[in-house]
């Protein structure tokens, strides 16, 4: 892939940890027994998307891969809380798609929205101020902060083009853009001068405008890696519209027939959905072509298929600015640019829960902590109602509560898990 156009990266991102609560008493002349008063530490930072409209390109993601945000700040005396870590904001181009790794689940479509917290960070640990009731007046402990939450992530980037240019390399697709654009690809007389995608906007009226996208040409086995295509099919896949660029002239001795078909067959293997796409046939280079015999059977071809056919000359400017004006039609009775719908759904960490857990009886207060118990905690939406359900079922499943009878729990007893107090019930 050429260094200068990246659009697919993967990253590692950490929102922060929470900042522990803090012990401490109100000490003030003449106040006896001021009581607790220590804070609760700061929430940690989250990872945040945002869109940058000024990047075309995953390039900044290239050497840099991992993304961690700040933890939060220790809670302090006089109940004040410690500061929330600063959020870490990662800036994407518009039209990036975000999946977790592993499963290849699209997380989110970045070209729908401006902003999007890819994690949060842990919830800070409560001071000992929360934990004073009129039996317990002088807690001598606080919580630990939750950690943050660690996932690989790939970013994929799919241009946001209405209309995509597709056909063999060398065909004139990067001549037509120039033309009907104000993009300046490079363009020259051999295969593959085109080696990333290029963008433009097409000018037709004050209302009247659409981006058509010149896709790097695509060669017979491209959609099992061959040539340029198989990095480039991506970008076609939000096009509402495709125009096939054929060479009618016959200057390389191909038949503009088998080409049509061949690079129909390429998108079809990629994705089928590209088969059924609205698509618009132009043969190219007329101006040089010897006789019309090419061009009048790749149009016969098309008509037979139903699909609008158009005689160009992109290098003479011949019959393309016509194409653009049916192009703008065809796109408005056409659904919007797709916006990918999220399918990643969040599952349960595997936690190991073998590893004995601290607990300590603080009059009728039982103190639990534990590596494995903070990792699960930061895993579980209490807001969720078969969240709350599983994050029970596994602490009976690591034998929790049998161990906590075992020590002489009684019911009405609290239960302390880190920022989560509870009753106790048989």
């Known amino acids: 892939m050429p260094s200068g156009f990246i659009d697919k990266a993967r990253i590692t991102v950490r929102s922060g940890a929470g900042g522990g609560g803090a012990v401490a008493f109100h000490r003030e002349k003449y106040v006896a027994a001021g009581g607790p008063d220590g804070g609760d530490g700061g929430r940690g930072g989250d990872i945040v998307l945002k869109v940058d409209e000024h990047m075309s390109t995953l390039m900044d993601f290239r050497y840099k891969r991992k993304y961690v945000a700040a933890d939060g700040m220790p809670g302090q005396t006089k109940r004040c809380s410690g500061k929330d870590g600063d959020d870490l904001v990662i800036r994407v181009p518009r039209g990036t798609v975000v999946r977790d790794t592993e499963t290849g689940e699209i997380i989110c479509d970045m070209a729908g929205q401006d902003s999007f917290v890819l994690c949060r960070g842990g919830r800070g640990g409560w001071g000992n101020q929360h934990f004073a009731t009129p039996t317990r007046q002088v807690p001598h402990f606080a919580k630990a902060g939750l950690p943050g939450k660690e996932m690989d992530v790939t970013l994929e980037l799919k241009l946001l083009a209405d ?40 000018p037709l009226e004050d209302d009247l405008s659409f981006v058509l996208a010149d896709i790097p040409g695509i060669i017979e086995g491209a ?133 004995d857990l601290s607990i300590e009886r603080i009059d009728d207060t039982w103190v639990v902590d534990g590596p494995w118990l903070r990792q699960l905690m930061a895993n579980v939406n209490f807001g969720d109602y078969e969240s709350r359900n599983w994050f029970e079922r596994k602490l009976r499943e690591a034998g929790l509560y049998a161990r906590l009878e075992e020590m002489g729990i009684q019911d009405g007893d609290a239960i302390c898990l880190y920022n989560l107090e509870f009753e106790y019930q048989r």
């Open 223 to 355: 959609s099992e890696g061959a040539g340029l295509g198989h990095d480039f099919l991506r970008h076609i896949d939000r096009c509402r519209l495709l125009i096939h660029i054929v060479d009618v002239s016959g200057s390389e001795g191909r038949d503009p027939v088998e080409d049509f078909e061949a690079i129909n067959a390429e998108l079809s293997q990629y994705s089928p959905e590209l088969a059924t796409r609205p698509m618009i046939v132009a043969g190219n280079k007329v101006d040089i072509a010897p006789d019309r015999e090419g061009m009048e059977k790749l149009k016969a071809h098309a008509e037979k298929l139903g699909l609008p056919f158009f005689e160009i000359s992109a290098a003479a400017h011949q019959g393309t600015r016509e194409l653009m004006y049916f192009a703008a039609q065809r796109l408005r009775e056409l659904p919007p640019i797709t916006v990918y719908e999220p399918t990643y759904v969040e599952r349960p960490p595997e936690v190991d829960t073998s590893e």
């Open 163 to 202: 209309v995509g240019l597709v056909g063999f390399p060398n065909v004139g697709k990067s001549t037509l853009l120039s033309v009907v654009t104000r993009a300046n690809p490079k363009i020259a007389n051999y295969h593959f001068t085109t080696l990333s995608p290029n963008l433009g906007v097409v």
